[in-house]
């Protein structure tokens, strides 16, 4: 209640100002009470003497969307990679779940415990499906091999979870038997998005998902990827060059360039009202 | 009760590629109370829909305050942490537009529906939504539609039962009897005073103020000045 009179008084000064537009995202909420899903830290990758991403910092709150943006070799898909644990990085802390006390940075973990996690706590969906996808396993198989990961062994439920899966991801179940390969692009991505949430993780990480896709497939994929989000409360963490797609999913927005995130915010904030100069020239470049 | 209290309010636009700062207003001070209806006034570009946009942080404000009584207790919009903004958005403060913002191959009904889908189930979400699309007067034909290929005016009428239809503290309302029909506008300023009593608080910028005339408690008028700066009188 003090802090209460206070704000009124105009005696509570905030910290606000004092920050950079990366690191606004990261202040303390006051009214969500709910700790973050994920929290990243200080992520640094470098390849040979190109610094790929160079000290960011991502949060990402249960149930909720966050899309990065940038231009090409911005790092938008190495910071995707360090999240899903395929790569480790240079520097940096990522602690996953953060509500549990057990929490611990992740890539302090072993390679058969990171993959664990991978398995059961977060789903990738790959711009090309040829890296999220055996092709020459079935699509129903494909989303099999996740649940057989997970130990289940039995053939007649394995079919049944997956056809349910590819149900949810809206795949028509007559080609759940077709390779991948013989599918057009959307139904490879629903087949990717099908295996990536087999097991309900909890963060879905999506790299240029419509990227490729004919306009009416692309909104097909982008209203299943709202509903699903919606109904099962799964974090997103989206990754796209199309401000159009971030504006439909994303509730907040980070912007990258070299490496490093130039600005962070609301999705509408950012797209409408953009504080950095590159921020600024990406927005106005959209057609 | 105070709902939301204002101070020192500024917005100046940063326009690095030609090297420019343009103020839209500064220093505004005011109070809204719960139930209160506030009309914002002022010529063309004085700065009337850029502070609704600064209040619900679609702009980003440039100084001062705006602390909102929030039902988890006193926030201040202007440095909120952007979560907060997404729980304040999503269950507290309305901003209703001139312009759709529907996804693709999302139909009219479900567009409504889908902020519902917090607080109740799919069927009960289409119902409600139902019934706010048929007070807009949007005909029933159209409900399955895609909101993308209507007219103005409809698109509007999609707009307001999406605002309107999750219970609000605070709205903020952009010209929304622009572009309506004559039907739908009195449906719509019926809504207003019939959430105005129910104690929303709402902020509005009206093209045609006589349509809410009899809600109106106050008017705040943004006057710009000789020098290109903003002033604010409240007017009663």
Known sequence: MTKNVALLNGVNTHPFQSLDLHHRHLLPAQIVTTKPLLQATGLVKKYGVIHAVSNVDVLVYPGEVLGIVGESGSGKSTVLRLLHLEDQPDAGKFYFDVSNDQSLNLFELDRAAKRLVRVFNIGMVYQHPHLGLRMKNTSSGNVAERLIVAGNRNYAELRLAARKSLQVSEFPLARMDDLPSRLSGGMQQRVQLAKAIALKPKLLLLDEPTTGLDVSVQALVLDTLKRLQRESGVSMVIVSHDLGVIKMLADRVMVMRNGRVVECGLTDQVLEDPQDAYTQQLVHAKL | ?236
């Open chain 2, 1 to 236: 009760m105070i709902i939301l209290q204002v101070r020192n309010f500024s917005k100046t636009f940063t326009i690095h590629h030609i090297g420019r700062q343009v103020e839209a207003f500064q220093n505004l001070n005011f109070t809204l109370h719960k139930g209160e209806f506030v009309l914002v006034s002022g010529a063309n570009g004085a700065g009337k829909s850029t502070l609704l946009r600064c209040l619900y942080r679609t702009y980003w404000p440039t100084e001062g305050k705006a602390i909102y009584r929030s039902c988890y207790g006193l926030i201040d919009l202007a440095h909120a942490a952007d979560i907060d903004m997404v729980r304040l958005r999503s269950e507290e403060i309305g901003h209703v537009t001139q312009f759709l913002h529907a996804r693709p191959r999302v139909s009219a009904l479900e567009w409504v529906a889908e902020p519902l889908l917090h607080t109740m189930a799919y069927e009960d979400a289409l119902e409600l939504a139902r019934t706010w699309l048929r007070d807009f007067g949007l005909k029933a034909e159209l409900w399955h539609a895609y909101p993308s290929t209507f007219s103005g005016g409809e698109q509007q009428k999609v707009n307001l039962a999406r605002a309107l239809a999750v219970p609000r503290r605070l709205l903020l309302l952009d010209e929304p009897t622009a572009s309506l029909d004559a039907l739908a506008r009195k449906a719509l300023v019926d809504r207003l005073a019939q959430l105005k009593a129910q104690g929303v608080a709402m902020i509005g910028v009206f093209h045609h103020p006589e349509d809410v005339a009899h809600l109106i408690d106050r008017e705040i008028q943004i006057l710009a000045g000789p020098d290109g700066h903003i002033e604010m009188d409240e007017d009663r």
